[in-house]
């Protein structure tokens, strides 16, 4: 584009330097005529006779036939021509004869200064530019006489001629192209067109040399400037073309290959960034499979299946990578299974263990109702033990209604109330829609049993304890209260922990805490409230449905 814009620079100037040269020769012959057309009048011997007898006669009336007969003369030898404002002859007294297309009046002034410049002269041609009276160029000589080879001064031939009329054809060419014309003399000066702005005064100083092309900025605007200077009248001649206008062939072109590149690029792109994804989607596709391996979401790698992948090293990876992960599931579900067995034994194991310990504590306490006599007492205690060990022996059901497990925490309460009397008193408040709750069997007995056991039996007064259940969201909330003389938090930290062996054969909160894990999750469980002298809750956390269908079948099991 830089190539093309400099060989489309040389060409337009060769063409404006071309068309200026053949303009300003037109304008150069025209003007020399101009010359030529007064040394045809300063030397026409009619109008030398007619001076010649201006000079010599003293009577008005003669000089003014004279003066008709060179006006008639003047007329005869052009003074009506194209282009010729006027001609005007002046005697040496000073007394002017004028005809023409425009005749005007000289004043003293510029009178005087036609004489002074073709005074200079001697004989030669002088030249003025338009002024401000007059718009018209002026050549003038003086009128010698020459018959007699005296060459004595008869007088003056002023010849005013219109520029523009010789220049019109040139520039109704350029206003075309919105161009301009600019002549100037040796100093700079521009002398057409008449009128001219502080922009033509600016191009013509900037010019440099007698001959060229140049790029002019003024003010926001730039124009293309070809400049001539003529052999003749050493005149400058220059057209000023506005480069928006000049060049707008150029710009257009631009702009046109500018656009075309930036389709290209922008196609490029486009195809570039599908060949690239072709690369990278399916390796971000892996990526995105593997992440969610990482986050635990076995079974969702393949939820970009419907992908058909090529068979390169990308697709061979996807491949390979769904062989390895059917067969890592397929693991996981075997060791799903095997830990299924486990976590059952593991509960049935953890379930055993409460009936001996709590079958120990109640046949101990039969034992002393049966030593003090008391058979009604015993046949209630062995009733109740009954329905305890009946209930403990049933291992269908892992989880039972909230009502069902509050029925054996009753039956052991009968039982225990017998052997502490009026000192153990006990009470539930749970609402009616959540004794449909599903908890584990024997979860409550065991911490009534611990209540009795750090409550009941280390003081000396009444005990009280009570069952409390609340719904939390998703969650029950069950609570086992009483207000014994409560646990420094070193020793809840053992109980809960199992580092601390509790009294008996059994295992106490940290079984329940591992059965509730067992079948719910780790997030739930039990936790132990309590403070030395403010008693002692502990609190059971289930969740509302008593959990899903997959962690009832497997502690059914």
């Known amino acids: 584009m830089q190539y093309a814009l400099v060989a489309y620079n040389d060409e337009i100037h060769r063409q404006s330097a071309q068309s200026l040269k053949v ?50 003369r003047l007329i005869d030898l052009g003074a009506f021509e194209e282009s010729v404002d006027s001609i005007q002859v002046y005697d040496t007294a000073d007394r002017g004869y004028s005809t023409g297309n425009r005749v005007i009046t000289i004043d003293n002034e510029r009178l005087l200064q036609y004489k002074q410049e073709t005074n200079q002269r001697d004989g030669g041609a002088a030249w003025f530019a338009p002024g401000d009276q007059d718009e018209s160029f002026v050549v003038s000589r003086e009128v010698n006489a020459y018959p007699d080879l005296s060459f004595e001064r008869l007088g003056m031939i002023v010849v005013r001629f219109d520029m523009a009329d010789i220049v019109s054809s040139f520039e109704n060419s350029l206003d075309k192209k919105e161009m301009r014309l600019l002549i100037a003399n040796s100093n700079k000066e521009i002398i057409f067109p008449k009128e001219i702005t502080e922009k033509d005064s600016y191009l013509i100083a900037s010019t440099q040399g ?17 400049y001539a200077s003529a052999d003749y009248t050493n005149w400058t001649y220059m057209i000023a ?21 930036l389709l290209l690029f922008v196609v490029l792109l486009f195809l570039g960034i599908r060949f690239i994804k072709g690369i ?5 596709a892996l990526n995105r499979k593997m992440k969610k391996v990482q986050k635990g979401g076995v079974k969702e790698f393949k939820e970009e299946s419907h992908i058909v992948f090529s068979k390169d090293e990308a697709g061979q990876m996807h491949e390979n990578f769904n062989k390895m992960m059917n067969q890592i599931l397929s693991l996981i579900e075997e060791n799903y299974k095997k830990q299924l067995v486990i976590k059952d034994a593991e509960f049935k194991t953890l379930q055993a263990q409460i009936n001996p310990h709590f079958l120990y504590n109640t046949l101990e306490s039969i034992n002393w109702s049966a030593k003090l006599g008391k058979i009604k007492e015993t046949s209630r205690m062995t009733t109740s033990l009954g329905f305890i060990l009946r209930s403990s022996l049933e291992t269908k059901d892992a989880l039972i209604p909230l009502a069902e497990e509050l029925e054996i925490v009753k039956h052991y309460i009968t039982i225990q109330s017998y052997r502490f009397q009026e000192r153990l008193r006990f009470h539930s408040d749970i609402p009616d829609h959540l004794l449909s709750c599903k908890v584990p069997k024997f979860s409550l007995q065991p911490l009534v049993e611990n209540a009795i056991k750090y409550g009941v039996q280390e003081i000396v007064g009444v005990c009280t304890i009570s069952i409390v259940a609340v719904q939390e969201g998703r969650n029950t909330i069950i609570s086992v209260n009483d207000d014994g003389p409560g646990m420094e938090q070193e020793f809840i930290h053992k109980l809960s922990s199992g580092n601390y062996r509790p009294k008996g054969t059994g295992l106490g909160i940290r079984n ?8 719910f999750g780790p997030a739930y469980g039990i936790r132990v409230i309590s403070e030395p002298g403010a008693g002692t809750k502990v609190v ?13 079948s497997s502690a059914g099991r």
């Not at 006669?57 to 036939?65: M, R, V």
């Not at 059971?540 to 009832?552: C, H, M, N, R, S």
């Open 23 to 72: 303009s300003s020769a037109l304008i150069e012959n025209e003007i020399e005529k101009m010359k030529g057309f007064s040394y045809r009048l300063s030397t026409d011997p009619y109008l030398q006779s007619y001076l010649y007898d201006l000079r010599e006669t003293d009577d008005d009336y003669e000089a003014y036939l004279i003066g008709v007969t060179i006006k008639k």
């Open 210 to 226: 007698t001959e060229g092309y140049q790029l002019v900025n003024h003010g926001a605007d730039r124009y293309f400037v070809t």
């Open 241 to 261: 073309s506005p480069y928006s206008q000049l060049f707008q062939a150029v710009t257009l072109v631009q702009r046109t290959v500018l656009s075309i590149y």
């Open 280 to 284: 990278t989607n399916p390796i971000e």
């Open 512 to 519: 329940i805490d591992n059965r509730l894990k067992i079948l």
């Open 540 to 552: 059971l956390v289930i969740p509302f449905e008593g959990g899903t269908d997959i962690v009832q």
